[in-house]
């Protein structure tokens, strides 16, 4: 059996054809869509980069695992302490430690555990093939090595290779001479004159004045990303500009499975994952190219799975999350836990769901996001619940509520109009946290350990420059309202 994973970042799952994105952005995924089970309510449980893989190696949440965050003591992954033998239980029941177990040779190609110091990630793996550039790297960098190691080894059995692409995410930077929609009309242009003149007024970090965050400063090694956005048209184009980012990724993952079928390896033994971290806010909230928020369009990704003998061409419609993962993969491998007694996966096997198309999802899906704002939201039904504890210098109400369904672009906030919904969201948030710290071998919440550190990282001593900056602009009035909120 060979496995092959593409782990993507950034990428939003309604940006893909086979989620219904009316570009052609993934040609290739959708090929492989059309060959196993898409997964089409999936989330990142933790936003974002280190938060969600996180989740995604030990199949637990944040709130287990304490990572939450870019950055303080909740970024780091929890000492295990006085029970930890000559290894610790959450390497060896980590994701790609499964494939290892399971006798496979297994590799992978990403720069990601030298990126966020998370050495962890690379538990299970015999060669971690790293580019060197952080996460700065296109995938005309990562690909040939990809081929190399197949050109080598690709033709052997019983092997897993991950391959990290990192093109879709912030700053958008395909080749100059690359852009397939770059002179396309966008296929969901929500962003009119009016909502794009609201966004020119947004006090926050990353919206359309500080593309670079908390400032306009541009990078000329990224010509493609520009530091602010003026008007509509350059908003437009810049958007055109994630998509290409994901056309690119989609187009070198063409690359590596044109190897195997010139070679003969596309065959019924081979399985495919496609998955991502985190998705991106692209206007919504008036921010862009963010994904700074426990919201719908930053926590909703695509699975796919494509597994020898398992359903094909399907969909699985309920909610499940990114701890589901390793204890699916475990259960497909028929590896055993290491220290059961100790360690349990938050996550739920889906096999079920893969073999005979059984529903195995959850009612609803708790997300959390603590490295640009604190936030603990929930999924159910049609609607997103949002709680901010934090606001990471954005003017957000404590509560918001969207109906996903006929508001994917989150515009009218229900909260007010829905007090009884909001009460719903607020009761499954605190039954699941309640749950959490029942199970947790620690008596902490990380959101509340980042709080106690300063707030989300990436706000952290950036508000007194930036009130600066909204001086004598049409802004000016946000001053007083962060003084308000954050001093």
Not at 246 to 266: A, F
Not at 283 to 310: K, N, Q, S, T
Not at 311 to 336: H, W
Not at 462 to 476: F, N, Q, S
Request: net charge negative; with cysteine.
């Amino acid at each position: 059996m060979r496995v092959l994973m593409f782990d993507i970042d950034t990428l939003r799952a309604d940006h893909m054809g086979c989620y219904g994105y009316g570009r052609d952005t993934t040609p290739v995924m959708d090929e492989i869509a059309k060959e196993g089970v898409r997964f089409d309510n999936y989330y990142c449980p933790n936003a974002p980069c280190l938060p969600s893989r996180a989740s995604m190696i030990s199949g637990q949440y944040g709130i287990h695992t304490g990572i939450v965050g870019h950055g303080g003591t909740a970024a780091d992954m929890r000492l295990q302490g006085t029970t930890r033998g000559f290894t610790d239980d959450m390497s060896e029941n980590g994701l790609f430690m499964q494939f290892r177990r399971a006798g496979m040779h297994t590799v992978s190609f990403s720069t990601f555990a030298e990126r966020h110091s998370a050495w962890w990630f690379n538990a299970g793996f015999n060669e971690c093939i790293n580019v060197g550039n952080r996460g700065g790297e296109s995938a005309e960098l990562v690909t040939p090595k990809v081929l190399d190691w197949l050109e080598r080894n690709g033709r052997t059995d019983n092997w897993m290779m991950h391959v990290h692409y990192w093109d879709p995410h912030t700053p958008y930077r395909t080749p100059a001479d690359y852009g397939p929609f770059d002179d396309m009309p966008l296929p969901d242009d929500w962003i009119t004159q009016e909502i794009f003149a609201e966004h020119l007024l947004h006090v926050g970090p990353h919206g359309a004045n500080e593309i670079n965050m908390w400032n306009d400063d541009h990078s000329a090694s990224c010509p493609k990303h520009p530091g602010r956005l003026n008007n509509l048209e350059e908003a437009r184009r810049f958007l055109n500009n994630y998509d290409n980012g994901v056309r690119y990724t989609d187009d070198n993952i063409g690359q590596i499975i044109g190897w195997l079928k010139q070679n003969g390896l596309y065959d019924d033994d081979l399985a495919i994952i496609v998955t991502a971290d985190h998705g991106e806010d692209l206007g919504e909230f008036g921010l862009y190219a963010e994904h700074g928020m426990a919201d719908e369009p930053v926590c909703r990704i695509p699975l796919i799975v494509r597994w020898p003998g398992m359903q094909k061409g399907t969909v699985a419609k309920g909610f499940y999350d990114n701890t589901d993962l390793a204890p699916t993969v475990q259960e497909l491998l028929g590896t055993p836990m290491f220290a059961p007694d100790r360690y349990r996966y938050d996550g739920v096997s889906f096999a079920p769901q893969l073999r005979e198309g059984k529903d195995c999802s959850r009612p609803y899906a708790v997300l959390t996001q603590c490295a640009h704002v604190c936030q603990r939201s929930v999924r159910f039904d049609d609607y997103v619940y949002i709680r901010t504890v934090h606001g990471g210098g954005h003017l957000l109400p404590d509560e918001m509520l969207f109906n996903i369904v006929e508001d994917p672009h989150e515009q009218h906030n229900l909260a007010e109009e829905h007090p009884e919904l909001c009460a719903k969201g607020a009761k499954m948030i605190l039954d699941w946290n309640d749950a959490m710290m029942k199970t947790s071998h620690y008596d902490s919440d990380p959101m509340w350990t980042v709080m106690r550190e300063g707030g989300p990282l990436h706000c952290r001593g950036h508000l007194e420059a930036y009130m600066e900056r909204l001086k004598g602009t049409p802004r000016e009035y946000g001053i007083e309202l962060l003084k308000e909120k954050y001093q």
